[in-house]
């Protein structure tokens, strides 16, 4: 499976960026797509999934209400809606995509990640 994670930017603080990440595998909507950030200085932390073929979705608590995770399954494409970002939201953004499992444990395939950057 490849991943090719695109749509990050500069964005001014409260507004709004869409990510993008455009799967090979044609068995995409059977897989977990999820969503992983690093900001500068810190560990990679767990933004959002979205779950086989049941399309349950699951978020970092602190993000719930302005980011939605969504998927085109005839695109093979997954998205993370951002909104009324701020600056602690800067990071590089990397999707990711796992067969099975445990939402939060280690996922098989990685994007080369997009760097969000939002000024204050």
């Known amino acids: 499976v490849q991943l090719q994670a695109s749509g990050g930017g500069l964005v001014q603080a409260g507004g709004f960026l869409r990510l993008s990440c455009a799967a090979s595998?044609?068995?995409?909507?059977?897989?977990?797509m999820g969503w992983f950030r690093q900001a500068p200085g810190k560990e990679r932390e767990f933004v959002a999934v979205i779950r086989g073929t049941e399309g349950n979705t699951y978020y970092l608590d602190s993000l719930k209400g302005r980011f939605t995770i969504s998927r085109d399954s005839a695109k093979n494409t997954v998205y993370l809606q951002m909104n009324s970002l701020t600056s602690e939201d800067t990071a590089v953004y990397y999707c990711?995509?796992?067969?099975?499992?445990?939402?939060?444990?280690?996922?098989?395939?990685w994007g080369q990640g997009t760097l969000v950057t939002v000024s204050s």
């Open positions: 595998a044609r068995t995409f909507s059977t897989y977990y």
């Open positions: 990711a995509a796992k067969s099975g499992g445990s939402i939060y444990g280690s996922y098989e395939y």
